[in-house]
């Protein structure tokens, strides 16, 4: 990927994109309007070809290790999905959320409601994921409460101290 000045994206639809491509087509030229690199995480059985010429600043890859991902990425423009939606907060990384089914609508509205991120539906109208990441990025009460949400999970007991804790009960 040819990356150029400029904040660095990832954009995931998760392992099930609900036939999303629509979605994708849209979002991965307005998210390289504005993010220098754009890394995409299409999926396992994602139809690349469907997504036909890409930006120079885009790389599209069917899966990655989202953890290292995200501790080298400014925004995330991702599903809703619980895993991923919480993997952004844990490393404090601004979201841009565009649900496609499921629970992805009420993880959304959730992270709206508490201005932890920003949504664009599908019915939005073009310019609507740009104007977006655009906000994750320069929103700063947002990072504010990203960063808090963040610092939080950071202070909360690891799973094998939870254990320990529930066994000596």
């Known amino acids: 990927m040819a990356g150029r000045p400029g904040p660095r994206a990832y954009l995931t639809l998760g392992t099930v994109a ?5 979605t994708l087509r849209r979002s991965l030229p307005e998210s390289a309007e504005v993010c220098g690199q754009v890394l995409v995480a299409a999926g396992p059985k994602a139809d690349l070809s469907a997504l036909g010429t890409l930006p120079d600043n885009v790389r599209v890859e069917r899966s990655v290790h989202q953890p290292s991902v995200l501790d080298d990425v400014h925004v995330a423009i991702q599903h809703g999905g ?7 907060l844990a490393v ?4 841009v959320v565009t ?14 409601r508490l201005d932890l ?6 019915d939005a109208p073009a310019g609507s ?3 977006a990441v655009r906000r994750a990025l320069s929103n700063e009460p947002l990072h504010a409460r990203v ?16 254990i320990e804790t529930l066994t000596h009960r």
Do not use: K, R, Y
Not at 82 to 88: I, R
Not at 117 to 122: K, P, R, T
């Open 82 to 88: 619980t895993g991923t939606l919480l993997a952004c």
């Open 147 to 162: 960063a808090a949400i963040c610092a939080e999970i950071a202070g909360m007991p690891s799973p094998d101290d939870v």
């Open 18 to 22: 609900f036939g999303a491509v629509d």
């Open 99 to 112: 649900p496609q089914g499921g629970h992805q609508f009420m993880n959304a509205d959730q992270l709206a």
């Open 129 to 131: 994921v740009a104007a």
């Open 92 to 95: 404090g990384v601004p979201q």
């Open 117 to 122: 991120g920003v949504v664009v539906h599908n």
